[in-house]
């Protein structure tokens, strides 16, 4: 499969236009944590943050997505409110930034 970087608002308008993010969070798309840790004080955020790594899976489980976000303390996502696309698979293309 192709492999290509892209510039991180290019990857974001992109993740935004695919709806994934939604779907994940209706339940449509399972979400698999990949990575979960405290955040550690000298990231200026606030105490009990998480730094999480989360791939979106489709029905059949193939990967969409892999995402970073800040998980605050009172359960919302940090910064936009979204999380931070890092790669997509788009018709058979791997695009990241």
């Known amino acids: 499969m192709p ?22 969070e209706q339940g449509e798309l399972k979400s ?5 840790r405290l955040v ?4 200026r955020l606030p105490e009990g943050t998480r730094s999480q790594m989360i791939w979106y899976l489709g029905h059949g489980g193939q990967k969409l997505a892999l995402v970073h976000q800040y998980l605050l303390p009172d359960g919302t996502i940090g910064g936009s409110g979204r999380p ?14």
């Open 3 to 24: 492999v290509r970087r892209v510039e991180s608002d290019e990857i974001r308008r992109l993740f935004n236009k695919s709806g994934l993010f939604e779907r994940a």
């Open 32 to 36: 698999v944590l990949m990575v979960d």
């Open 40 to 43: 550690q004080p000298e990231a």
């Open 84 to 97: 931070d696309t890092k790669r997509m698979i788009l018709d058979d293309e791997i695009i990241y930034c």
